[in-house]
């Protein structure tokens, strides 16, 4: 019988993260030069938030001018109410939580300390490969004009 993967298996190690007191200009330029909608914010070594894509998106409709604003932090716009797991955490455990609580990410650690990401793309990317595993697509009828004689 088959284990429930962890979520070690499926999250992004080794994420990028930012310090909480650095511009939000500069959350924004990362996020977008590394085309990535989460990211963990840090308090020196200690996880105390995450700054999304869509919350500066949110700040900007509420805020235009704040991309010209040089005295907004990312602790001003972070969210600090995280949902953190350890990487031996189940997947479906994850996946039920994330749902329940309406969210796209969880921050996974390893004994306390930041080691992993892991996103609805994540998630996406796993069940498309469970999919492709269970479904195999079938084969491709050969082009036109190669059929044998």
């Keep these: 019988m088959k284990r429930m993967p962890e979520i070690r298996r499926i999250m992004t190690p080794f994420p990028h993260a930012i310090a909480a007191d650095a511009p939000v200009s500069e959350a924004r330029a990362f996020l977008n ?40 932090r990312v602790r001003d716009a972070m969210v600090t109410d995280v949902y953190v797991v350890d990487l031996n955490t189940p997947l479906d455990q994850v996946l039920d939580a ?34 492709r595993e269970q479904c195999p697509a079938p084969p491709l009828p050969p082009p036109p004009g190669d059929e044998a004689a």
């Design 33 to 72: 030069h590394h085309r990535l909608h989460h990211l963990p914010v840090m308090d020196g070594e200690r996880l105390v938030g995450i700054i999304s894509d869509r919350d500066l998106k949110l700040l900007l409709g509420l805020d235009p001018d704040y991309g010209q604003r040089t005295d907004l």
């Design 98 to 131: 994330l749902v329940a609580r309406q969210i796209g990410s969880a921050l996974v650690t390893r004994k306390g300390r930041l080691a992993g990401v892991f996103t609805v793309t994540d998630a996406c990317r796993e069940l498309a490969r469970l999919l």
